[in-house]
């Protein structure tokens, strides 16, 4: 045998005769907290998308004039529960925690959260339960991480982590929901905390499955834009042009909600006066145009498969806009990332019914991106995720669609707590 061959031999020899060593991150106990942190969100979760479906079948059987008092009702047993229990607060708040409380979410406001949101959002407000499940996961992550006595960036990390388990299970994208709960930490840097980036796609993936498991939702498009075909690159000129109108309306949407939060606040009000104004708003609206009622997660199926004219097209927008706004300002528990998709899909139809040429596909999904990537600062997780949600297969025209929202947003983020803290 060569002396270059027993050399070979002797090397591999010993390659074997070494223990096998795994990445230090396996079976360490930070690892399998991530891991638990995943299950016990999507338990926890799937729990709540149970209960939130039982109470919106009760409560849809109140319909026609009967929509304005049970919403009325609703609010005011919200306000209530808010009054009584505590304010849990909203997506500003939990924002600032994590950025400016050392990461800490408070689990005391989950009891006010959970019951409040599940009212608001069964009774047909435009605010999905994306930020209820933020809010509860991710304090579940700071009381794990306490309990281990984690500190500083470990702690703040668990709670990104948990937050991004309760986007995940939701929407069904783990990699879109991780990015979602660190890009919305800040306007200007998508990860800020890129320590947390791990822990947040391991507890994504574990509340992905056990959510999946439980009630077998996100395990493929919501809403069917699968049948969008490529053209050549003017289908990105088009994205962007698609995206600017999108823009426009997100411009429209941070204006609404200010002016009509500065109305509710010309003159202090209880907190259940408020939502019991704001329900009955909301019932009114749902009266006369019952698809803008519940934040819109059957809608926008309804919406892209039914025939409808231009001026109801058009009445759909402004009041669903306007719906979101009093939803948001009135008290009312839930998030606005769906409601924003549900205007941008309302938008790209009516733009196609100007323009019929235009490809309809395209339009939809660039608007969704745009809208929602003005308004939140999230350009790459609502890439992804739109992609998820929609089965659309060319993931370039929805990123073109997503930074031209981001570009063209206003100054002043609409989520005060992205700025830095001056």
Request: glycine share 10%; aromatic share 14%; hydrophobic share 50%.
């Amino acid at each position: 045998m060569k002396l270059r061959q027993k050399r070979k031999l002797v090397t591999y020899l010993n390659i074997l005769d070494q223990p096998v060593r795994f990445n230090p991150f396996v079976f360490s106990r930070i690892f399998l907290l991530w891991a638990f942190l995943g299950l016990v969100g999507g338990i926890i979760a799937g729990v709540y998308w149970i209960v939130l479906q039982f109470l919106t079948h009760e409560l849809a059987f109140f319909t026609g004039w009967k929509v304005v008092p049970i919403m009325g009702i609703s609010g005011l047993l919200a306000g209530l529960i808010i009054h009584f229990i505590g304010d849990p607060g909203e997506i500003h708040l939990i924002v600032n925690n994590i950025r400016f409380n050392k990461g800490k979410l408070n689990p005391r406001n989950n009891p006010s959260m959970i019951l409040s949101s599940l009212l608001c959002v069964a009774s047909g407000g435009s605010l999905g339960p994306e930020a209820p499940l933020v809010q509860v996961t991710g304090s579940t992550g700071t009381w794990i991480g306490k309990l281990f006595r984690l500190k500083g960036e470990e702690l703040r990390s668990l709670s990104i982590a948990g937050m991004a388990s309760g986007f995940t299970a939701l929407f069904g994208a783990p990699l879109g929901g991780s990015l979602f709960a660190l890009e919305i930490l800040h306007h200007k840097y998508a990860v800020e905390y890129y320590k947390a980036i791990i822990p947040a796609f391991v507890s994504s993936c574990f509340s992905y499955l056990v959510f999946a498991l439980i009630i077998h939702l996100g395990l493929g498009p919501i809403w069917d834009l699968s049948s969008y075909e490529y053209s050549g690159v003017f289908d990105f000129g088009q994205a962007v042009l698609f995206a600017m109108v999108g823009a426009f309306f997100g411009w429209i949407f941070i204006f609404v909600t200010k002016f009509i939060k500065a109305i509710f606040e010309k003159r202090p009000l209880p907190i259940y006066i408020k939502t019991l104004i704001g329900g009955l708003i909301l019932g009114m609206i749902a009266y006369y145009l019952p698809i803008t009622r519940y934040f819109g997660h059957h809608e926008i199926s309804r919406l892209l498969t039914s025939d409808y004219s231009i001026s109801v097209l058009f009445l759909v927008l402004v009041f669903k806009i306007i719906a979101i706004s009093v939803t948001v300002t009135s008290g009312w528990r839930g998030g606005f990332i769906i409601p924003l998709f549900f205007v941008g899909a309302t938008l790209g139809l009516i733009l196609h019914q100007l323009f019929p040429d235009i490809k309809l596909t395209l339009a939809i999904v660039s608007c969704m991106a745009a809208i929602n990537a003005c308004v939140t600062r999230t350009p790459m997780s609502t890439t992804i995720l739109l992609a998820t949600l929609t089965g659309f297969g060319h993931f370039i025209p929805i990123l073109f669609a997503s930074l031209t929202g981001y570009f063209l947003a206003p100054r002043i983020p609409f989520i005060g707590s992205q700025m830095e803290k001056e």
